[in-house]
């Protein structure tokens, strides 16, 4: 079974410095990686995704995310952080099946301080 | 609206009672799925509609739970005799076609109370 794991509850990171957020996964065939973010009381909203081709993604406001397939991981990144992006991290795969549903990992809260 | 649109955003129902959610998903959206989020927990898949279909009920958690999308447009999700269990936030998603590389776009949910 398709499944991913964050393995950080919470991150925390000045404003400024880059900042990682970590996931892993493990699938049987082609993986297909997303990654949403969630602030409080709202839905989750789509930052990027890997389907195929550069292991380097980017995605929206300025966050890019690093496929590496002999370390089954898929961590999220980005330069320099902003207190606004403070909220909580899902990394997603694509379940195997032929419905493309979702299976999320538990989130990562980033807390990024001023 | 140009995203997709939950209502109620907030509901709060007494045990046994049956409650009913609704969906707009984005127009022309042929995918849509609904999830359930427990506090603290990351989305669990729940039920999906391929336009009128639902090709998938397999995360439904009982008999209790029923979605439709009679048009294959808004969708609801029905919970009759609702239990404590039940709280959580029900989101849903669509996305524009059935490719598995369609990024999926949320609602903002339902926080359903059951007292």
């Known amino acids: 079974a398709q499944s991913v794991a964050q393995p950080e509850d919470q991150v925390n990171v000045a404003e400024g410095n880059p900042l990682t957020v970590k996931c892993t996964y493990s699938?049987?065939?082609?993986?297909?990686l997303f990654w949403y973010v969630q602030y409080p009381n709202r839905g989750l909203q789509f930052l990027l995704k890997?389907?195929?081709?550069?292991?380097l993604v980017k995605g929206s406001y300025g966050f890019e995310a690093e496929f590496n397939k002999s370390q089954t991981s898929f961590h999220l990144k980005k330069p320099s952080a902003l207190v606004s992006d403070s909220a909580l991290y899902f990394c997603?795969?694509?379940?195997?099946?032929?419905?493309?549903?979702?299976?999320f990992g538990t989130g990562t809260l980033l807390a990024v301080q001023p | 609206g140009a995203g997709v649109s939950q209502s109620p955003r907030y509901k709060v129902a007494k045990r046994g009672q049956d409650v009913a959610l609704r969906c707009d998903p984005i127009?022309?959206?042929?995918?849509l799925f609904w999830y359930q989020q427990a506090l603290g927990q990351g989305p669990e898949f729940l039920t999906y509609?391929?336009?009128?279909?639902?090709?998938?009920k397999s995360g439904l958690p009982s008999d209790r739970f029923f979605a439709e999308r009679p048009e294959g447009s808004v969708s609801t999700l029905k919970i009759q005799r609702t239990q404590q269990e039940d709280s959580a936030v029900y989101l849903c998603?669509?996305?524009?076609?059935?490719?598995?590389?369609?990024?999926?776009?949320f609602g903002d949910g339902t926080r359903l109370s059951i007292l």
């Open positions: 998603a669509s996305s524009l076609g059935a490719g598995y590389d369609q990024p999926q776009h």
């Open positions: 699938v049987s065939g082609n993986p297909y």
């Open positions: 890997y389907i195929t081709g550069d292991n």
């Open positions: 997603a795969v694509r379940d195997g099946g032929a419905t493309n549903k979702l299976i």
């Open positions: 127009s022309g959206h042929v995918s």
């Open positions: 509609f391929q336009n009128e279909a639902q090709l998938d």
